[in-house]
């Protein structure tokens, strides 16, 4: 894993975080994807990537309270662990889930985009938008394929979040990635590093 590149993790019941993993493009920046079937297996690779310098992280598909902290212990303060929390309860399990990443710049969702079917069925769509507006046109897309949960990056505002649950109404719920107590800090940190590095 190349220095400094974050790392998000998702919850998938079966799956091999030693081959279930793939660095992808989101416009202006990289992130290791990896899929993990649990919260000790989640720990271990999170724990791994800090080591290798990674500075952030964010959990999606489905963790409860137990398997994030399961991440939280294991990085021990060394980087940001954020954890999606939804308005409205998220389906379990979440067998057909889409993480938006808003607000990379040179972001064209048609181009940065994976599609990872499972094993077991289901899949995860992530993609990477350049703005609130085609975050909105995105999780509609999405809704009207048939998506079960729509997770937006921690990255982004509540606001865009906001915008995309009022889109979508009650047919997906919405999440958007939030900092434990235990990350602010460090979520902090990165965010002015991330600013500096991109002036």
């Known amino acids: 894993m190349s220095e400094n590149i974050d790392l998000f993790l998702f919850l998938e019941p079966g799956s091999d975080p030693g081959t279930d993993r793939v660095t992808q493009d989101l416009g202006d920046a990289e992130a290791l994807l990896v899929w993990v079937p649990d919260g000790a297996a989640a720990a271990k690779v999170a724990a791994e990537a800090v080591t290798d310098g990674a500075r952030l992280m964010e959990l999606y ?44 710049p040179s972001a064209d969702p048609a181009k940065h985009r994976l599609v990872r079917e499972h094993a077991g069925g289901g899949r ?6 350049p703005d609130s507006p085609t975050a909105v046109r995105i999780a509609l897309e999405l809704a009207d394929a048939g998506t079960e ?15 995309v649950a ?15 107590v235990d990350s602010i800090e460090r979520a902090a940190a990165y965010k002015a590093e991330f600013e500096a590095e991109n002036v």
């Open 166 to 180: 009022a889109a979508v109404g009650d047919r997906v719920p919405v999440s958007l990635v939030a900092w434990p």
């Open 124 to 129: 995860t769509t992530v993609v990477s938008v």
């Open 61 to 104: 598909r489905g963790f409860d309270l137990a398997s994030a902290a399961q991440v939280i212990e294991a990085v021990g303060g060394r980087a940001a662990v954020g954890v999606a929390g939804y308005g409205a309860p998220a389906p379990r399990p979440i067998r057909d889930s889409a993480t938006v990443f808003v607000g990379h």
């Open 149 to 163: 949960a729509i997770e937006i990056c921690g990255g982004t505002s509540l606001t865009i979040a906001r915008d």
